[in-house]
């Protein structure tokens, strides 16, 4: 089955830094790549698009410079917390969906990265 | 303005039984909606979908249900199993190119032996 791998799986880093968080399709290529967050309790917020060669897609509230994606390939995605605060604690998660499959098949989720600042 | 709503945060049932899980949304512009399941600190794995054109769709213990008139929707499995106790999140989409899907809250299983 497809599998999406995030890493890392957890970091904590210091309060101003820059975080890297790397979303790969290992069996599938991927145009398109999305990036959740989830807070404790709560539900999973799409953060934004990720398009292959093209400028990602944020959604509304959601700060495109200081969260940085880049889509370099078919087969990985990234999201950089740049100067990270300690409100920028939370679960992210990126899926993918596959070149070829139509609207409605399934996203593929990857397992996450808690980002714990301090 | 919560689009996707899953009411009930936790729901616990007996190993053997039926649980029901239930979804509400309020966009009458989504048109596909699915099922995941979640552990803790992993990814969602996907469950089960269905279609707006359908009302009912099975997959072995796992059965969704769809009323589009109420625009509810409903998990169903059985019999429970102990494995099952996770998170289940519902989830819905629009038609279009896009695979942007909008959350609920989830609601945490427990399935007890």
């Known amino acids: 089955g497809a599998v999406v791998s995030q890493h890392p799986s957890w970091v904590i880093c210091k309060s101003g830094t820059s975080v890297k968080i790397e979303c790969r399709s290992l069996?599938?290529?991927?145009?398109?790549m999305f990036w959740y967050r989830q807070f404790p309790k709560q539900s999973l917020m799409l953060m934004a698009t990720?398009?292959?060669?093209?400028?990602?897609?944020?959604e509304q509230g959601v700060e495109k410079d200081k969260f940085l994606i880049n889509h370099a390939s078919l087969t990985l995605s990234t999201l950089t917390v740049t100067s990270a605060h300690p409100e920028d604690s939370s679960f992210y998660i990126c899926?993918?969906?596959?070149?070829?499959?139509?609207?409605?098949?399934?996203?593929?989720f990857g397992n996450g990265t808690r980002l714990t600042v301090t | 303005d919560q689009q996707v709503k899953q009411n009930s945060p936790s729901l616990s049932v007996q190993e053997g039984r039926i649980s029901i899980l239930n979804c509400d949304y309020t966009?009458?512009?989504?048109?596909?909606f699915l099922w995941y399941k979640k552990y803790p600190a992993e990814g969602p794995t996907f469950l089960i979908s269905?279609?707006?054109?359908?009302d009912k769709n099975e997959d072995g213990r796992f059965t969704v249900f769809l009323n589009k008139s109420a625009k509810h929707l409903s998990l169903h499995i059985v019999p429970s199993q102990p494995g099952d106790s996770a998170v289940y999140f519902c989830?819905?989409?629009?038609?279009?190119?896009?695979?942007?899907?909008?959350f609920g809250k989830g609601t945490l299983l427990t399935v007890n032996p």
């Open positions: 989830a819905a989409n629009s038609g279009g190119s896009n695979y942007k899907l909008t």
């Open positions: 069996d599938f290529q991927a145009t398109t």
């Open positions: 990720s398009n292959e060669g093209s400028k990602a897609t944020y």
């Open positions: 269905i279609s707006s054109i359908k």
């Open positions: 966009n009458s512009m989504f048109d596909y």
């Open positions: 899926s993918a969906s596959r070149v070829t499959s139509s609207y409605n098949s399934p996203l593929h």
